[in-house]
């Protein structure tokens, strides 16, 4: 069973914060099914990555990167677009001087 948007979100920032970083809801999304959107910035190396949520074949939940840059314009375009896109869409930022995503689920390279 594939926990709530709003209690999967909550743990993530639970888990970063743990792990030093700073993590926040950029965008609060639909709080039993939104999808989630997590931006991740490296603060040592200046760039930035996006992880998409998605789900397998047998419904597991399945992290992908869905843009290829490391810009923030570039990655900030794409979140304005999904947006428009998915109303209930969640984003949450971390920002992390490992870079680290925090995710514990598969993330596809």
Do not use: C, N
Request: without cysteine; proline residues 4%.
């Amino acid at each position: 069973m594939l926990l709530s948007s709003d209690v999967w979100v909550a743990a993530l920032i639970r888990r970063a914060e743990i792990g030093g970083a700073f993590a926040t809801v950029a965008r609060k999304g639909d709080p039993r099914a939104g999808t989630v959107i997590v931006k991740v910035f490296d603060t040592a190396q200046r760039r930035a990555r996006l992880y998409s949520e998605a789900f397998g074949p047998d419904g597991e939940r399945l992290w992908m990167q869905p843009v290829e840059s490391e810009s923030e314009v570039e990655l900030d375009a794409y979140l304005q677009r999904q947006i428009r896109y998915d109303p209930d869409l969640w984003i949450v930022e971390i920002e992390d001087r490992q870079g680290r995503h925090f995710i514990t689920e598969k993330v596809a390279a």
